[in-house]
């Protein structure tokens, strides 16, 4: 009943812009043919109220994102409606769109579009299509104005994925403007076809621009990654899309090769002489443990070796003192699985150890961590199922060991446990009293 009440509403919204515009096409068509001003003041008045219906009548609301571009820019937008055309119109000062030249033998839209300074195009001409459209726009841009491209072309349905087109591109290098990517998620609430309109939230988000001089590919990779990265985006605000998830391991293996040989042999079930000397040299590991709530990943370091070999299929890690959260230690007596990952100072790669933890509190154990008088409370004995290696990319791409100090503008333990606690915890007290506290529980 709901839906039929609302396609009834928007058949009416329908009919009801559609005669607005025939209306106020006749009545400002003498102002319009004698001055380019009464187009503009036509058609912003009818965006104008196009937009009031459409909140008023179905529902739709519109919000404009970002910094709406006054100066003389090519905008490069999504098109998935009629409601993108006229938000976007009623946002920038004088917007002059590229459009399909059919379009110019329609009834007052043509008479309106020529006096905009729209473009026409003969999408069927291509190459010829594209040249004409460069100089149209040079003699157009005599005036100023914003020019709004389509770079796919056509409108398309949300989630609808079509490739982009070079005249976007020839017309960024020809011009010599900035291009301003502009996304939005106006199809989901005003479909390309049909007559339902649904209520909702309709976006267009103006994005950072491209500056001038960018090469034609990378002009048109780097304007389609922010279009179609920040409609998805506002769709799924929405509701609209959902992610796609990987549910079998046909399908993951699909989209990756095959693992190389070295990836597959380096892998060994105990301690090597090569893996010992590179486990004993790390003072830093992350381990991983998994459990009833959920998984957990606790750095783990010491002044030596993170971790004491026992025999080579066996490792032992001193639990120093901490917070008493526990979830690590909580995990393990649950569920064994473990995961660790050795680290060292300067080397990019990573030697990791799968296998099954227990924990013990032996009196004989703990002492062999023994410092400054002080053990730790319990020690994690891991059994080794595999060792190997993990390749050197992830470290490198982050500069982990080269970057210098990044930490100037991050916010303070004290002030996140403030932020969380609504004052009553932490602060500029707690980060000053911290150095002096942890240097006393060390060990």
């Not at 409606?81 to 004088?94: E, G, K």
């Not at 999408?123 to 149209?136: I, L, Q, T, Y």
């Not at 949300?158 to 990517?181: Q, T, W």
């Amino acid at each position: 009943m709901a839906d039929a009440i609302q396609w009834i509403r928007s058949l009416i919204f329908m009919i009801v812009i559609y005669a607005w515009m025939l209306v106020l096409g006749i009545v400002f068509a003498p102002y319009a043919l004698f001055a380019k001003k009464g187009a503009l003041q036509a058609c912003k008045l009818y965006a104008r109220t196009t937009l009031w219906l459409a909140r008023w009548m179905v529902g739709i609301r519109f919000e404009v994102r970002g910094t709406v571009p006054v100066d003389e820019v090519v905008i490069g937008a999504k098109h998935q409606s009629f409601l993108d055309i006229m938000i976007i119109f009623h946002a920038v000062p004088h917007g002059k769109f590229i459009m399909k030249r059919e379009l110019l033998w329609t009834p007052m839209i043509g008479l309106y579009a020529r006096r905009l300074g729209c473009i026409p195009v003969n999408r069927g001409k291509k190459g010829a299509a594209v040249a004409k459209m460069v100089k149209d726009v040079a003699t157009e841009f005599a005036e100023p104005g914003q020019l709004v491209i389509y770079p796919q072309g056509t409108r398309v349905a949300p989630g609808a994925r079509k490739p982009y087109k070079v005249g976007a591109a020839v017309l960024y290098e020809g011009l010599g403007f900035a291009c301003v990517p502009a996304a939005t998620n106006a199809g989901v609430f005003w479909p390309r076809t049909g007559v339902m309109r649904k209520p909702g939230l309709a976006i267009v988000d103006f994005l950072d621009p491209i500056e001038p001089g960018v090469e034609r590919e990378a002009f048109l990779t780097r304007l389609e990654e922010a279009i179609e990265t920040r409609s998805d985006a506002l769709m799924r605000e929405v509701g609209l899309i959902q992610m796609e998830f990987i549910e079998d391991i046909e399908t993951l293996e699909s989209l990756y090769g095959t693992p190389g040989a070295p990836s597959l042999r380096k892998v060994a079930d105990r301690m090597t002489p090569l893996y010992r000397k590179w486990i004993k040299a790390s003072r830093l590991c992350v381990l991983s443990t998994v459990g009833p709530e959920g998984v957990d990943g606790s750095p783990r370091g010491d002044d030596g070796p993170v971790v004491l070999e026992l025999d080579n299929r066996t490792l032992a890690m001193p639990d120093w003192r901490g917070n008493n959260r526990l979830d690590s230690l909580r995990n393990i007596v649950r569920d064994p699985r473990v995961s660790l990952m050795f680290m060292v100072p300067g080397s990019n790669n990573v030697v990791r150890v799968n296998g099954t933890a227990r924990l013990t509190a032996d009196k004989a154990l703990t002492g062999r961590f023994e410092k400054n008088g002080k053990r730790p409370a319990t020690v994690i004995v891991v059994d080794i199922a595999e060792v190997y290696t993990q390749c050197a990319r992830a470290l490198i791409r982050a500069r982990t060991w080269n970057s210098g100090d990044e930490s100037a503008n991050l916010p303070t333990i004290g002030e996140i446990l403030a932020e969380a606690s609504s004052g009553e915890e932490g602060g500029a007290r707690y980060d000053q009293e911290w150095q002096a506290r942890a240097a006393k529980t060390m060990w």
